[in-house]
């Protein structure tokens, strides 16, 4: 057939940053104004495809400087961020940052985090695994058919099922989590 020797010319550009522009990296998302957010031990750096920026917002209300260990963008706009040790999670948005401490039930040690489709936020922890709705965190426990201890790894695939990698196994989600062994 006429052209089938003939190959669509493609182009490709390849850009490289080292660690020293944007540090050791932890956690990658992507929030809905096209900024990747990067979690670090020095905290949180915005990448707007050509810089990287430590973001930083003043005031009573920034960001602890503390190692952002978890990140995931909300389908509402913004990035829910998530510290190691005591932090808890952030979420950022155009009116603000809203912060969630371990003494208000929030997570901490957090190894994950996932907003669903649906719009609940999931966080895995060194402590357990837990659900945010109603404007709360919740830790899930064995009443909600979750027996494991530490959470790895929360996903959701395309079925809209959740995923939780665990210490004790792999749990997924139909609407109550159950134990796959």
């Known amino acids: 057939t006429a052209g089938a020797d003939t190959l669509p010319t493609i182009s490709y550009a390849l850009a490289?940053?080292?660690?020293?522009?944007?540090?050791?990296?932890?956690?990658?998302?992507?929030?809905?104004?096209?900024?990747?957010?990067?979690?670090?031990?020095?905290?949180?750096?915005?990448?707007?495809?050509?810089?990287?920026?430590?973001?930083?917002?003043?005031?009573?209300?920034?960001?602890?400087?503390?190692?952002?260990?978890?990140?995931?963008?909300?389908?509402?706009?913004?990035?829910?961020?998530?510290?190691n040790s005591d932090g808890g999670v952030a979420r950022i948005d155009r009116g603000g940052i809203t912060h969630y401490s371990p003494a208000d039930g929030a997570p901490s040690a957090v190894t994950a985090l996932l907003e669903g489709r649906r719009g609940m936020p999931w966080a895995g922890s060194s402590g357990r695994l837990f659900r945010y709705a109603g404007n709360q965190w919740s830790r899930v426990t064995d009443a909600d058919g979750y027996d494991?201890?530490?959470?790895?790894?929360?996903?959701?695939?395309?079925?809209?099922?959740?995923?939780?990698?665990?210490?004790?196994?792999?749990?997924?989600?139909?609407?109550?989590?159950?134990?796959?062994?």
């Open 16 to 83: 490289a940053w080292s660690n020293e522009q944007s540090g050791d990296v932890f956690a990658i998302a992507q929030d809905l104004d096209g900024y990747l957010w990067l979690g670090t031990p020095d905290g949180l750096v915005r990448f707007d495809g050509t810089r990287f920026r430590r973001w930083a917002q003043g005031g009573s209300n920034a960001l602890p400087a503390r190692p952002v260990t978890a990140l995931a963008a909300s389908s509402q706009g913004g990035v829910w961020v998530a510290y």
């Open 148 to 181: 494991g201890e530490q959470a790895f790894s929360v996903y959701e695939d395309r079925a809209g099922r959740v995923w939780v990698g665990a210490a004790r196994g792999i749990y997924r989600n139909d609407g109550r989590l159950l134990h796959l062994v």
